[in-house]
């Protein structure tokens, strides 16, 4: 498809605005690490010129070389042409002040939990009491290593059921050094696991049959297995509802991202009382329960 070349000698502000109009006028879905059309223009800008994300400071008017253009200009073109997340053709996304390596082997972090972690889900969680650390469905291992870098003294456990998202999930331990204090394990939900813990994060499948039909061409590029919930989007998060009592501690906490389930489940469980945790979007996504709580519920 022939579109409008980027301009030569012109600041990155100039050109982030250039290709914010052209990647709004494509048929575009922005939510995986970042939330605009102008943001993934100023991520391909900065990653051309080779501007850490990680940084506070850009340099906006930076005039790119010609090496630096066009590759901006592949980026951008790609983008369009295959509706991929940006994260993927620059393997790499960032979430919680952190980043990661990312393929299509796992799905991109953008998870609620990035939100909440550099928090240490304050007031929410005494952070003095949690040493044991458990990830569920950790996918790239993104949570469990915020997890983990927030939470200093403790040990992370992480379990994925795909070999494939644990291979990119091995390769982010790696990269943050963290090998001494977060395992990987492959199996379905606590199948590979048999001690307690003081919190337990998940960020399960959840999207319902009837949504899965309409996601954005975006999501068709991730691992389906990573969305799947069954009927109502709630098979994965009942199992782990039921099975969570047996791996907290007295003290345990349970927080669960259940995204557009959660009106859902607050339906099918009337008896747990749930506390949900704020988002900026000020969507009901993230619910805490304690390990209390699901005991009495007996579920
Ligand atoms: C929504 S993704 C979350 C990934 C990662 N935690 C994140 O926030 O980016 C859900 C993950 O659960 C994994 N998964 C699906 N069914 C599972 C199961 N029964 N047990 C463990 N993991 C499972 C998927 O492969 C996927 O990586």
């Given at each position: 498809m022939s579109r409008t070349a980027l301009q030569i000698n012109l600041p990155l502000e100039a050109l982030i605005g250039q290709m914010e109009a052209q990647l709004e006028a494509a048929p575009l879905f922005f939510?995986?690490?970042?939330?605009s059309a102008w943001e993934d223009a100023a991520w391909i800008a900065m990653h051309a010129t080779d501007q850490d994300m990680g940084q506070d400071e850009f340099d906006w008017q930076l005039i790119p070389n010609a090496a630096q253009l066009q590759s901006m200009q592949a980026l951008l073109d790609q983008r369009i042409d295959t509706q991929k997340p940006l994260a993927y053709l620059l393997n790499e996304a960032w979430f919680a002040g952190h980043r990661f390596y990312v393929d299509e082997r796992a799905i991109v972090p953008r998870s609620y939990f990035g939100e909440w972690i550099p928090e240490q889900f304050s007031p929410w969680v005494d952070i003095s009491g949690v040493k044991r650390i458990l990830d569920l469905c950790t996918g790239s291992g993104c949570i469990a290593i915020a997890l983990a870098h927030a939470f200093e003294g403790s040990t992370v456990d992480a379990t994925e059921l795909s070999a494939d998202a644990l291979a990119v999930a091995q390769e982010n331990v790696k990269r943050h050094n963290l090998q001494s204090r977060v395992h990987l394990h492959q199996g379905d939900l606590f199948s590979s696991l048999n001690q307690r813990y003081d919190l337990i994060c998940a960020n399960p499948p959840y999207i319902s049959h009837d949504r899965m039909d309409k996601l954005p061409t975006e999501f068709l590029r991730e691992p389906d297995m990573a969305f799947r919930g069954g009927d109502l989007g709630l098979d994965i998060v009942a199992r782990l509802l039921q099975q969570a009592p047996d791996y907290l501690n007295d003290d345990g906490v349970l927080i669960v991202e259940v995204g557009t389930a959660a009106l859902d489940l607050e339906a099918q469980y009337p008896q747990l009382p749930f506390t949900w945790l704020s988002t900026d979007d000020e969507a009901m996504a993230l619910f805490m329960l304690n390990a209390a709580q699901l005991r009495e519920a007996d579920l």
């Open positions: 939510g995986h690490s970042t939330t």
